[in-house]
């Protein structure tokens, strides 16, 4: 490890043993900091200051062949983080037709916590980290799933989203139908777009009331998109589905 003044600030840096070229993380008295990424198609990592604590941003950018159009900006759920399946799915496949894919951490999940805050703080960090979102100059979709859904639907409109996007959106707490969120849904005010598990206990697509958004099913899904072994489609092609819904519905927004 070596450190180094750079005007007045230390600088620290790590060598790096999985094949990447360098790792830092430098310290600028609030501004965004930025680390390199080398693994999973990743195009840069970037820590954003928000008054709820740090947040970071993993960006999945076009090549330099495709032009991109849109940033899909994705919070992850209160039980998990970037690695769900949902995410990683389109992180993977929307940037060949042109949408910059970005995954936000919330601070509790950077900071290595293991319950979610309530949902002012969560909303507190997404609006924190809006300007990093929107920085590229693109059209910005807020998206997530789950509670990471239910922030983009709740903040999205004042935030200059151009659209919202809810994958496996918790209608309700399991066995609770009474306790219902659709308020929120149907509260966005922008273009919206539910991917839903068919078979997701915190709302499944039947459930969901009328209302001014659009609605894709994934049959025989939870509410991670995972199927039984029963189900007479395979995963992959459960994920296909989702992806095919999310692109088809982001560019018909054009």
């Known amino acids: 490890m070596t450190d180094e003044a750079t ?15 360098r790792r830092e993380t430098v310290p600028t008295d ?3 900091r930025r680390e390199t990424v080398p693994t999973d198609g990743a195009t840069r990592r970037e820590t954003v200051p928000t008054d709820a604590g740090d947040a970071r941003v993993t960006w999945y950018e076009p090549d330099a062949g495709t032009e991109p159009r849109t940033v899909l900006a994705l919070g992850h ?4 983080g970037i690695e769900a399946r949902d995410l990683r799915a389109l992180a993977g496949a929307l940037p060949a037709r042109g949408v910059t894919v970005a995954l936000v951490e919330q601070p509790w999940r950077v900071a290595g916590k293991k319950l979610a805050p309530a949902p002012k703080t969560l909303d507190t960090a997404w609006r924190g980290l809006w300007p990093a979102l ?14 990471g859904a239910r922030v983009a639907c709740r903040t999205g409109r004042e935030l200059g989203a151009t659209a919202v996007l809810a994958l496996g959106f918790p209608l309700h707490p399991p066995g609770k139908p009474e306790r219902s969120r659709a308020g929120e849904l149907l509260g966005t005010g922008l273009p ?9 206990p915190f709302g499944r697509p039947g459930e969901f009331p009328d209302g001014p958004y ?3 099913e994934v049959p025989y899904g939870d509410h991670g998109f995972a199927l039984p ?5 395979g995963q992959e092609e459960a994920l296909g589905l989702l992806v095919d819904g999310v692109a088809e519905w982001l560019g018909a927004l054009r």
């Open 30 to 32: 609030g501004a965004t």
């Open 7 to 21: 005007d007045g600030a230390t600088r620290r840096e790590t060598v790096p043993t999985d094949g990447a070229t």
């Open 134 to 147: 929107a920085k590229p100059g693109l059209p910005v979709v807020a998206g997530g799933r789950s509670a």
């Open 77 to 80: 759920g209160a039980g998990g």
């Open 229 to 233: 072994k029963r189900a007479p489609l």
């Open 214 to 216: 659009r609605l894709v």
């Open 192 to 200: 919206t777009l539910v991917v839903q598990g068919g078979s997701d």
